[in-house]
């Protein structure tokens, strides 16, 4: 069992930054890969960002390449999401996941946390 639990959500300005924060417990946070996504409200949940086990392969939904940047920190077992550049369109609760194997872009993880809101305002 994994418990995830994200931090870092709030209320920021168009083109500010947030960095959000899952920490990870329950199993060995080395073996999983990390996910971020997000959910709109009215609409499904997307994926936004992911980092292998290693940390050196990362994925980004084109919505957020060169905005977003997701990286890990095994000592503290916990994977951000350092968000720049922020529009009102990334609006949306965020979530975290794990899954173990290989890092992937639909929400076959296994692992969520309970989310954390973003608000973009214009």
């Known amino acids: 069992q994994v418990q995830l639990v994200e931090s870092g959500g709030g209320l920021v300005q168009a083109g500010g930054s947030l960095r959000l924060s899952c920490e990870a417990s329950?199993?060995?946070?080395?073996?999983?890969?990390m996910g971020w996504f997000r959910q709109a409200p009215g609409k499904e949940r997307v994926f936004v960002a992911g980092?292998?086990?290693?940390?050196?392969?990362?994925l980004y939904a084109n919505s957020v390449k060169g905005r977003f940047t997701i990286a890990r920190d095994s000592a503290k077992n916990t994977v951000y999401l350092q968000m720049n550049s922020l529009k009102p369109e990334d609006t949306a609760v965020y979530y975290c996941?794990?899954?173990?194997?290989?890092?992937?872009?639909?929400?076959?993880?296994?692992?969520w946390g309970q989310g954390t809101q973003v608000t973009v305002s214009s």
């Open positions: 996941a794990a899954r173990d194997g290989i890092v992937r872009l639909d929400d076959k993880y296994d692992y």
């Open positions: 329950g199993r060995t946070f080395s073996s999983s890969a």
């Open positions: 980092v292998n086990r290693s940390g050196v392969t990362t």
